[in-house]
Nanobody, 115 residues
Framework: QVHLVESGGGLVQAGGSLRLSCAAS????????MGWYRQAPGKQREFVAS???????TYADSVKGRFAISRDNTKTTVALQMNSLKPEDTAVYYC?????????WGQGTQVTVSS
């Protein structure tokens, strides 16, 4: 069974930066894409960014130019560099990945941006 663990959330002022990381562990024999989603209070979970196993990146319009997703060579760790943060970026951020043809989710990490 594959597990994902996120880290790097916290409290930051508007305009600041945070870097989230997500590491996969377990028995992995096939690697798919990985990505980040977020859920603000009272709202549905939404897509933030993704990176394919081949390195192709995709971003939500709301974060383009401010966030950058990257993945290490082992394809088990993904990071999300978040710059120019806004109060509306406040949410629980979830890591998601496809391993062994199965979609796996992390527990989430809180990001709070104060104005």
């Amino acid at each position: 069974q594959v597990h994902l663990v996120e880290s790097g959330g916290g409290l930051v002022q508007a305009g600041g930066s945070l870097r989230l990381s997500c590491a996969a562990s377990g028995s992995i024999f096939s690697f798919g894409g990985m990505g980040w989603y977020r859920q603000a209070p009272g709202k549905q979970r939404e897509f933030v960014a993704s990176i394919s196993s081949g390195g192709t990146t995709t971003y939500a319009d709301s974060v383009k130019g401010r966030f950058a997703i990257s993945r290490d060579n082992t394809k088990t760790t993904v990071a999300l560099q978040m710059n120019s943060l806004k109060p509306e970026d406040t949410a629980v951020y979830y890591c998601q990945g496809v391993f062994n043809l199965v979609s796996v989710w992390g527990q989430g990490t809180q990001v709070t941006v104060s104005s």
